[in-house]
């Protein structure tokens, strides 16, 4: 076997979800050069060998650098790679997934002039292989959405149970017996009541204010079986 | 920001896993080349642009180069990048899963004179990050077992339900409830009762052999909730 490497282009690629108007969308960024130089796409950019310690910290720089954003949830996806999928040549994509709640991105000017949100059933035409990667990415947040805690990624810090169900539902597309959300709640345990914090409520009745219990800031919970699990 | 791409050593690597003895077991190799010459690590090597239309395909020439083997699962587990894992420099490892039943290894005389099998949780020192690799691998398949119908892949083709549930012990480390596990096998709805065909039994009674229907042998069967969840 031949004992020699072949030169490969190596990127980092990030898909970045939020929930607008109860849809999960993800950010595209118009693309500053040849090929697609202009096309709506993932951000995304090469590795630097000197910067970045790992692809994880490539992924946070292209987020920082292109966008001014950091995001509490980044994890790796997969990698996209190949001969097809990018003019250039054999290429590969480590994708990251990022979770960030809307106001977190409106409140930046960077991420707001840079990005446009598309909702992820209706995405434009985009280059690469990036509509499948957006795919992959959504498939996956909902699947662990189950059975985690993931989604509390996409609520502001202080929620009502009633809003953080209205999160569950949207990112998994159907709706969720309460009973069975609160019963899923208590069992992961990740959840601590404001002390002396209620909603204002609006038409509602004042509510409970919650915040993820610290040591869940960092760490995902996970339960055995998913919220639409039998039994 | 920069524009051009830092040249990156891009490897694949196999995380062949099977049952011996009960237990799960990693298959490594010698390897013939610096770095780390002699040790026993993981089988892998470069992406051949020219060769390999993508990663997959780049772990499935590996395995058949270097053992002469085709698992009939292989899924990419994650991609293991950064400065510090090769001397060499920063390096790219795509890295995939295979399964096979310790049979399909046995017959295979190429892969037997090249390979050792070593016990997951009893592994020889590994160069690189490879013990991170196989400790991950192993976390996933005992993770997805409790879903899905990923551990009859480490079954022969025919096998009786008390053989199929050993396997699912030995893979998730753990007893499970008879009852629950033939309703879990129903649940899924991957396997047929082979027409006529019983097992000759030995100290037990003879069982009915049992194969997997033929939508399942290429893709998984999954189900919502794991076999130790509650309900």
Known sequence: MRETADPLICTVDVVLLTLRDDALAVLLQRREREPFKGALALPGGYVHAQEDADAAQAAERVLRQKLGLVSPYLEQLATFSGAARDPRGWSVSIVYCALLPLAALASDTKAMAEATLAPVDRLPPLPFDH?????????????????????????????????????????????????????????????????????????HRPAQLYRLRKAFRQALSLSERGLNGRG
Do not use: H, W
Request: aromatic share 6%.
């Open 131 to 203: 509509r499948d990667i957006v795919a992959t990415a959504v498939q996956r947040v909902r699947t662990k959405s189950q059975y985690s805690s993931l989604p509390v990624y996409l609520c502001g810090d202080r929620f009502t149970l009633p809003q953080l169900q209205a999160v569950y539902e949207a990112v998994l597309g159907e709706p969720i017996n309460k009973v069975s959300f609160r019963r899923k709640m208590d069992e992961l345990g990740m959840l601590e009541p404001i002390a002396g914090e209620m909603s204002s409520g609006g038409a």
